[in-house]
């Protein structure tokens, strides 16, 4: 209901990366040209079939949202219910998740967020819920998330980690699962770079955009861990001649190689800048102002609802990080200390705990590795909330036993 009136009460225009999307949307549903390669088009090619279907109006693109949120959030019931997670705890993740800030404000947004985040949740019902062949849809679901984000075509080293820490398979068995989802990934996305290597004259992944965003994110220049023209790099590469007559594979290419010759010869400067992105995104700081975007919002509605998104942001992101901290550690000390790894406790309870932590370590390496922003935090919020709460019941927990035993 809340994601249905804000899409009807705040009219957010697409701008920036928004607006490419909307225009390639709009391109594949009249038969237009899918992209240049620069960045990636699987959110645009699932909207551009909406738009072919019902209209290329914003608001199908904000309908389709809103559906796609009731999906997350039945998604995130089942797979708590599943992993046994106890009633009480199942509804507590659910509200917190349901109501939420970003849940419901990306719902006005032509933005890669919510699509993505509905495809995760899928996966990760699909294998906690141990459907037959799932290994096989999950790698389906995989390829469709890379040509989303580039970098989740090594989600599959997630399941082989789980699998394999918690005991649930031995190294052969989570090995070859996770080769299942590599393999089928590959070939979903296979039509793509076929068509991106067609287009360039060379071989080209699902996007060239990913040495832009190394550069401009990692260079002398940059001190804040956040986005910068490419232009204001000393000696930009940008500039030179040869840059220019490159093609955008090329040019990727060409940008990566420098990047990566920053990153070596300044490796203390990486870490820093590493760390100012991983602030930058888990840290309290708003996304909301870009859904306000065109929207017409009073000044001091905006600073209302942005102060209560970082109070939110704030508390529950920090709660979760540091029981997942917590968590983590003790992953590492069990592993140590048992051959057995963890065959001697619960699998069931070892499962979510542990897929939760290392696919938050997916994210959190990409985003320290290359660049980080406060909306990159959306497709791990559930992941986040789910750990604020063990965390915060585990400390009620304590304080009440504490009380009662004084």
């Known amino acids: 209901m809340l994601s249905v009136l804000w899409i009807f009460l705040v009219n957010t225009q697409p701008f920036s990366d928004f607006l490419y999307y909307q225009r390639i949307a709009m391109n594949v549903a009249n038969g237009g040209q899918w992209g240049n390669t620069y960045t990636t088009v699987g959110y645009s090619m699932i909207l551009g079939l909406f738009y072919k279907l019902f209209g290329s109006s914003i608001m199908v693109a904000k309908w389709l949202n809103v559906f796609l949120t009731v999906v997350s959030n039945l998604l995130l019931y089942q797979i708590l219910k599943v992993a046994n997670v106890r009633e009480y705890g199942r509804k507590i993740v659910f509200v917190l998740f349901v109501f939420f800030p970003s849940t419901i404000f990306y719902n006005s947004m032509v933005a890669t967020e919510i699509v993505f ?131 955008l594979t090329q040019r990727n290419h060409m940008l990566t190689q420098a990047a990566e010759k920053w990153i070596l010869s300044h490796p203390r400067q990486y870490v820093i800048l590493g760390l100012k992105r991983l602030s930058k995104t888990f840290g309290p700081k708003s996304e909301l102002r870009i859904s306000f975007y065109g929207a017409q919002i009073p000044l001091r509605v905006q600073k209302l609802l942005s102060s209560l998104t970082t109070i939110m942001r704030g508390l529950f992101f920090s709660a979760g990080l540091i029981t997942m901290a917590l968590a983590s550690i003790l992953y590492i000390v069990r592993l140590l200390v048992s051959k057995n790894r963890f065959k001697n406790s619960n699998r069931g309870d070892n499962l979510l705990p542990a897929y939760f932590t290392i696919t938050f370590l997916m994210f959190f390496s990409v985003y320290f590795l290359t660049e980080g922003q406060p909306r990159y935090a959306f497709p791990v919020v559930f992941i986040l909330l789910y750990f604020a709460y063990v965390g915060l019941q585990s400390l009620f927990s304590l304080i009440k036993y504490e009380w009662y035993n004084s």
């Not at 906690?128 to 290994?135: G, T």
Request: with cysteine.
């Open 117 to 247: 985040t509905t495809i995760l949740l899928l996966i990760t019902y699909l294998y906690i819920a141990k459907y037959r062949y799932r290994y096989w849809f999950i790698g389906l679901l995989a390829g469709l998330d890379t040509l989303i984000k580039p970098f989740f075509l090594v989600f599959f080293l997630v399941v082989f980690l789980t699998e394999y820490v918690t005991g649930k398979n031995n190294f052969i068995k989570s090995l070859k699962n996770s080769l299942i989802i590599l393999c089928v990934s590959i070939v979903t996305i296979t039509p793509w770079l076929y068509r991106n290597s067609r287009l360039m004259g060379e071989f080209t992944y699902v996007s060239n955009n990913g040495g832009i965003v190394l550069y401009i994110n990692n260079n002398s220049q940059n001190h804040t861990g956040g986005w910068m023209p490419a232009e204001k790099v000393k000696n930009s590469l940008v500039l030179t001649p040869e840059y220019k007559r490159a093609n």
